[in-house]
């Protein structure tokens, strides 16, 4: 079954640091990949994601995540962070029906993210 | 373009009592998810429509929980009776087909559930 994990609940940071939000998977075939961001009492906005091609995907916010086929992680990443990206942080994969061609998403438990000033 | 809608954004109710929530997709997207997120977890999917039909109900506790989508656009959440564990972040998501190039889920704001 597909899956993914985020190892860490929390990760900290100082604001201009740089940023990275783990996330490793397991699936069958080719692997497609999203990362969601969610603030406080808000849905999960769509940050990224990997279908194929370049190995570094750049998404919304200045963030970017990088594919690593060989160690089956897909990590999140961000060069200088910022107080206002401290947010709940999900990385999901695609799960495919079996013989209907429809799809889903499988979530892994999620990591905050607290940005220090 | 307008992103999914749903409503209300909270609600407490006492347990054993009902509660239904409502989501409108994006305009065209033929696919729409319930999913259940309890707190400090990520979410789960309850249930899957494509157009007005159900894809995956496989983890939708069909005893209390029920959904429709009639005509293929709004869908309706219900629960009844509620129980404690209930408590939750219902969201809504939608994409614009289920099949094949994989496609984004666009996600609505949620409606916060509390069961007293």
């Known amino acids: 079954a597909q899956s993914v994990a985020q190892p860490e609940d929390q990760v900290n940071v100082a604001e201009g640091n740089p940023l990275t939000v783990k996330c490793t998977y397991s699936?069958?075939?080719?692997?497609?990949l999203f990362w969601y961001v969610q603030y406080p009492n808000r849905g999960l906005q769509f940050l990224l994601k990997?279908?194929?091609?370049?190995?570094l995907v750049k998404g919304s916010y200045g963030f970017e995540a990088e594919f690593n086929k060989s160690q089956t992680s897909f990590h999140l990443k961000k060069p200088s962070a910022l107080v206002s990206d401290s947010a709940l942080y999900f990385c999901?994969?695609?799960?495919?029906?079996?013989?209907?061609?429809?799809?889903?998403?499988?979530f892994g438990t999620g990591t905050r993210l607290l940005v220090s000033p | 373009e307008a992103g999914v809608a749903q409503s209300p954004r909270y609600k407490i109710i006492e347990k054993r009592q009902s509660v239904a929530f409502w989501c409108n997709p994006i305009?065209?997207?033929?696919?729409l998810y319930w999913y259940q997120q309890i707190l400090g977890q990520g979410p789960k999917l309850l249930i899957q429509?494509?157009?007005?039909?159900?894809?995956?109900d496989s983890q939708l506790p069909k005893d209390r929980f029920s959904a429709e989508r009639l005509k293929g656009v709004d869908s309706t959440l219900k629960i009844q009776p509620a129980k404690l564990e209930d408590s939750a972040v219902y969201l809504c998501?939608?994409?614009?087909?289920?099949?094949?190039?994989?496609?984004?889920?666009?996600f609505g704001p949620g409606t916060r559930l509390l069961v007293l």
């Open positions: 999901a994969v695609r799960a495919d029906y079996e013989s209907t061609g429809f799809q889903k998403l499988v």
């Open positions: 429509f494509q157009n007005n039909g159900v894809v995956d």
């Open positions: 990997y279908i194929t091609g370049d190995n």
């Open positions: 998501a939608s994409d614009a087909r289920g099949g094949g190039r994989p496609e984004t889920q666009y």
């Open positions: 305009s065209g997207h033929a696919t």
């Open positions: 699936v069958s075939g080719n692997p497609y």
